[in-house]
């Protein structure tokens, strides 16, 4: 197909098209004439895991180039490739010296990465965003509420479950990492729904009061 076809195919502009192909983040098309070239089904799979990174991952062009590395890198397992994607979504925060709070935090975490037998390695960025996260909790007199960490561990891994089963229907690794990225924001975007749903109907049962009130 010619890049007009592509760009109606994918909804892409052609000059966006264009500037993938500058960047190195799209294959460039097989020449068919010294100003003609000709796209293949990979450059439109390319081009919607380009999309899903940029507008429902929100990853900047010199991330997702990191991503489509690994994706490229054939000695990579899936394994690997996926982290390579979704370690780029989990929140970074600021460094600094670390208070008694995080430090603290940072314990809980390896403690309850021991005890559920997760497979995270040292540097997983989910290990310092929880620790941030009970760090804050304990920061603002809350700390009771940590006390739920083994609960919501318990349905991080319902969910987690889930995700991988829904990545594990495509084929392909781009297809793998388009429905890893996708699952992980939209999916965390479906969980915080019913998630408030599920709250305002036990507040309502709890509390009183009906639907509206």
Not at 30 to 38: F, I, K, V
Not at 39 to 64: F, M, P, T
Not at 170 to 192: D, K, S, Y
Request: proline share 3%; with cysteine.
């Amino acid at each position: 197909m010619r890049m007009g076809e592509l760009s109606r195919r994918t909804g892409v502009p052609v000059p966006t098209i264009k500037y993938y192909v500058r960047e190195g983040l799209l294959p460039a098309g097989e020449l068919t004439s010294p100003n003609q070239a000709s796209y293949g089904d990979s450059h439109e799979q390319r081009l919607r895991l380009i999309r899903a990174l940029l507008d429902v991952g929100g990853l900047k062009v010199a991330a997702i180039s990191e991503v489509l590395a690994a994706v490229d890198d054939s000695g990579r397992s899936v394994h690997t490739v996926l982290g390579a994607a979704t370690d780029l979504l989990v929140p970074r925060y600021a460094e600094g010296e670390p208070d008694v709070a995080l430090l603290d935090a940072r314990e809980r975490v390896a403690g309850l990465v021991e005890r559920r037998g997760w497979q995270v390695d040292a540097d997983c960025p989910g290990r310092e965003a929880l620790a941030a996260a009970l760090a804050a909790l304990e920061r603002i007199g809350h700390k009771g509420f940590a006390q739920t960490l083994e609960t919501y561990a318990d349905a991080a891994e319902l969910v987690a479950q889930v995700d991988l089963a829904y990545v594990a229907g495509t084929a392909g690794v781009e297809g793998v990492v388009e429905r890893a990225v996708v699952g992980t924001v939209l999916g965390e975007a479906l969980f915080e729904a019913l998630r408030h749903l599920a709250q305002v109907d036990l507040s309502s049962r709890r509390y009183g009061g009906g639907a509206g009130e």
